[in-house]
Structure formats: C-alpha cells, structure tokens
C-alpha cells in the first residue's frame, strides 16, 4: 500500500496546512486550514478534489478556511468531539481511541488536551505520519492557553509513544525559535547543539524545518524530556516530570 500523498502549504506569518491524498482512493484531506484561498489554489494545480477537513482543534489559525471550504466543495468536517461547539461546520466528532477511516488509510486518533481543552491528533502508521496541531512542534509545544501542565505532560506522553521513525507534522514553523530556548536550559545536550545549528542553516535557506522524527525529538524536545533528571535539576524539581514541564513551559512563555 503506497503512503499518504502530503503536500505542505505555508499560510499566514508561520502556519502550516497539509493537504493529504490517499492514491489508492482519492479521498483527500486538509489538516487545520487557517484560510480557504491557498487550500482551493493547491487543489486547482494538483487537480484533486476536496472531500475531508481534518480539525485538530477550535483555534481560528486552524478552522478559518472551514465553512468556505465546505461551501466550494461539499467536503465532510472531521473535528475533536470534546470541542465539536467550537468546531465550525462539524459533521463528524472523533475522541481518544478512534479510528477513522480515511478512504483506505486509518487515521487512529489521540485527545492530547494541554493548549486546549479539545485538542486531538491524527496518527497514519502506514504513513508513519503524525498531524498534531499546536500539542507537539518541533522541539516544542503548544502554550497552555486551557489545560494543565499535567494534562499537557498525559497528552505528550501519548505521542512519544509512537515509533520512532514517526513523522510530525506540526501547525507551525516556530523550530528556529524553539532550539534557541531548548538550548537554555539543555546547553551541554550534543545532539541539540548539532540540529540548532541545522535548523539555523535550513531557515537561512528557507527551507521547512517540518517535519521532523520523533527520533529527533525524544533527544532534542525538552518538553518531552521532563522526565530526564537532567532538565529537572535544571527546573528545581527533580524527580517530578510535570512540575519540571511546567516550570520549562513558564521559561518558553517568557523566553
């Protein structure tokens, strides 16, 4: 069976929308699509044709494009049951544990609440491809707008379960960014020193720091690291993970 066809779409100052085709029936999806009009003009130069929206959560940077999108092509919304109210045009609520059925592709889906309350993810093993809106970034996560540092520290540990040759497909391209706050608090980590300095070299060509592997990230993300004793010596709380994340997440806000 042939993977999941993924096209990236930069919008907005620095969103990522994906637009995913499955080759062996032509179902074709967008993750989280903040505006309508570079979704339609990828489909007009791929000739494909619309059927799902796939919604991780509420934020209006990740539905915007929904209800004209739905308008130009009839596509089914596919959204997070624990905030189908904020959800426009939701036609179908999935939760932790489902599995929906993406033309011939499962898509086993993960509530990983922390910077929502209704946030959900979208795991394609056949395509070793995560979509994970604004929970996961690389070498960072989502600010805790409506959840808890524990909540976010649950839903993390969902996704870094997953094999590591998963790849991530994050909302954002906020990496840049990401290593040089990693690097403050994981100054003497080697492999984050080395990929700093790629990312630094992969933006000055603006190329797509996304995605990356989960690979990459249980060596390099901090926030998936809150359970090394490292980091928590460096957070003031070592043995306990979720006050380490919570004290790095209070650093990253400031940072």
Same mark, same amino acid.
């Given at each position: ?92 609520? *999935? ?9 011939? =592709? +499962?898509?086993?889906?993960?509530? /990983? $609440? &922390? ?76 492999? *984050? ?9 992969? =933006? +000055?060509?603006?190329?797509?720091? /996304? $995605? &990356? ?43």
């Amino acid at each position: 069976m042939t993977e999941l066809s993924i096209r990236q779409i930069p919008v907005l100052k620095d969103n990522y929308v994906y637009l995913i085709r499955d080759p062996d029936s032509g179902s074709t999806g967008v993750v989280d699509p903040a505006v309508a009009g570079p979704v339609l003009d990828a489909l007009k130069d791929t000739g494909w044709r619309l059927t799902h929206i796939l919604n991780t959560h509420h934020h209006g940077d990740h539905t915007g494009g929904n209800l004209e999108l739905k308008h130009a092509t009839g596509c089914t919304i596919v959204g997070p049951r624990a905030d189908r109210d904020r959800i426009p045009g939701i036609d179908i609520e *999935l939760g932790d544990g489902d599995t929906y059925e993406f033309g011939k =592709r +499962a898509a086993h889906v993960f509530d /990983v $609440p &922390g910077h929502t309350r209704g946030h959900i993810a979208y795991w394609f093993p056949d395509s070793r491809a995560l979509f994970c809106g604004d929970t996961l970034f690389i070498m960072g996560c989502g600010r805790l707008f409506e959840g808890t540092p524990a909540q976010m520290w649950k839903s993390l540990g969902k996704l870094k379960a997953l094999p590591p040759e998963t790849r991530i497909y994050c909302a954002h391209e906020y990496t840049q960014n990401n290593a040089r706050f990693a690097l403050s608090v994981e100054p003497g980590n080697v492999d *984050l020193v080395a990929r700093a300095r790629r990312v630094d070299d992969m =933006r +000055a060509r603006n190329i797509p720091t /996304v $995605p &990356g592997t989960m690979a990459e990230e249980l060596l390099t993300n901090p926030f998936l690291r809150a359970d090394q004793p490292s980091l928590q010596q460096v957070a003031g709380h070592v043995g306990d993970p979720v006050a380490t994340l919570a004290e790095i997440r209070h650093r990253k806000d400031v940072f």
